[in-house]
């Protein structure tokens, strides 16, 4: 079990310092081309629908798992804090990370270096990885495979991971790269955090 997990967290680790030194290269220049070909075919509505997507992220990823935390601490529901826990801590690790990243890379936002992206959203600090992607990353797994776990969840988490994740690109705060980063460090932190719960047993149910 522990083999699996290092050899995880090691590939993750990989693809995490692969995408930053692509982001980094002049390559990008081709993931600005799409985000400004995406931006002409945007219209006024798609670009609210897809702005209220992007603000409304924490009301869910952060929301359902608080009032299920809230929810087990009053109804004594041991396994509903833990799960609500792991959900929380994976979200601030790889948020941590994420933010760590952005300080050391230091990576303009696509607006910042291409005229042609308009910025339509709020960008926070630098680009790469995707904070808001890191976020919905770790919240879909947390949702679809710890919280909820039916179809209908899995369906739902990884719809919304997704278009949250699109938004960030059509609004013009990341490119490509900064997403499938975020994807890596939103899996490294549920990782991490799953894998410090599963060495403490499963608490045992109030009736």
Not at 108 to 133: C, K
Not at 154 to 161: D, P
């Amino acid at each position: 079990m522990n083999r699996l997990f290092w050899l995880q967290l090691a590939l993750l680790v990989a693809v995490v310092i692969t995408l930053a030194f692509y982001r980094v290269s002049p390559n990008k220049v081709k993931e600005q081309n799409i985000i400004a070909e995406l931006q002409l075919h945007q219209s006024p509505g798609s670009i609210r629908f897809f702005q209220v997507v992007s603000n409304s992220i924490s009301f869910f990823s952060l929301g359902i798992p608080a009032v299920f935390l809230f929810t087990g601490l009053v109804k004594k529901k041991k396994l509903w804090v833990r799960q609500s826990l792991i959900i929380l801590l994976s979200i601030a690790l790889g948020g941590s990370i994420s933010a760590i990243l952005k300080r050391t890379i230091k990576e303009p936002r696509p607006y910042e270096v291409d005229s042609r992206i308009a910025q339509l959203s709020v960008g926070g600090s630098n680009s790469f990885p995707s904070g808001h992607t890191v976020e919905a990353t770790a919240a879909a797994i947390g949702f679809s495979a710890i919280l909820f776990r039916t179809p209908l969840s899995i369906f739902l988490s990884v719809a919304w991971a997704l278009t949250i994740m699109f938004s960030r690109i059509v609004l013009g705060v990341h490119n490509i790269t900064d997403i499938l980063g975020g994807v890596a460090i939103g899996c490294i932190g549920m990782l991490i955090i799953h894998h410090l719960f599963q060495q403490r047993p499963l608490p045992e149910e109030n009736s």
